[in-house]
């Protein structure tokens, strides 16, 4: 008898998980149509905008004709890489620029080839070395863009005038490719 007792126990207990579980999933799915139903078709509005690149000078770097110096300005022309590109965007969203360098080959000594990257206005907003070492390296990152606003950037690299014998770099070659990239910034 007392068998009996416990067997219909579990099958109460089983009957009422059973019923639990069935007006969970009830529940959750009356709940799920009804925050479906209470969307509106345009509840979501998703801002976009363009960001156009224009590389000037091309955007490959391949084997320039560089001579040492010392320093350079952003009226350097003899002796450098030089390569100027405007980024443009046309939208509504402000944003971070970054560049990068994607150095194929560079057979000079490390720390022997400089970069620096002005401005339209010749401010210098970066500086640093290009490293031997093939792979992507940012040169400069964070630049504001605002919307709808132009930025025009030069890049300079040169080779590093230094108290050395450097003739042993002398027909040394690099190449590579400049790239642009954009964040948008958040509010």
């Known amino acids: 008898m007392i068998e009996h007792s416990s067997s219909k126990k579990k099958m109460f207990y089983m009957i009422v998980l059973i019923l639990t579980l069935i007006t969970m999933i009830v529940g959750a799915t009356l709940a799920y149509f009804a925050l479906v139903a209470s969307q509106k078709d345009e509840g979501t509005t998703l801002y976009t905008g363009t960001l ?8 490959y770097i391949k084997n320039p004709e560089l001579f040492p110096k010392s320093n350079v300005t952003y009226d350097t022309y003899d002796g450098v890489y030089r390569n100027t590109f405007s980024v443009e965007s046309s939208g509504t969203l402000e944003q ?19 970069y620096a990257i002005f401005n339209s206005e010749g401010k210098e907003m970066a500086r640093g070395y290009v490293p031997q070492a093939e792979g992507t390296v940012t040169l400069a990152s964070n630049m504001y863009l605002a919307h709808n606003g132009t930025a025009t950037y030069t890049l300079i690299i040169w ?11 002398m027909g040394s070659r690099i190449s590579g490719r400049i790239t642009i990239y954009s964040k948008q910034l958040k509010y």
Do not use: C, P
Request: aromatic letters at 10%.
């Open 52 to 59: 156009q690149i224009s590389y000037i000078d091309g955007v």
């Open 96 to 114: 971070t620029i970054a560049v990068d360098l994607d150095v194929r080959m560079n057979e000079f000594n490390d720390k022997a080839l400089k």
């Open 159 to 169: 080779w590093d005038n230094t108290n050395y014998d450097q003739k042993e770099e």
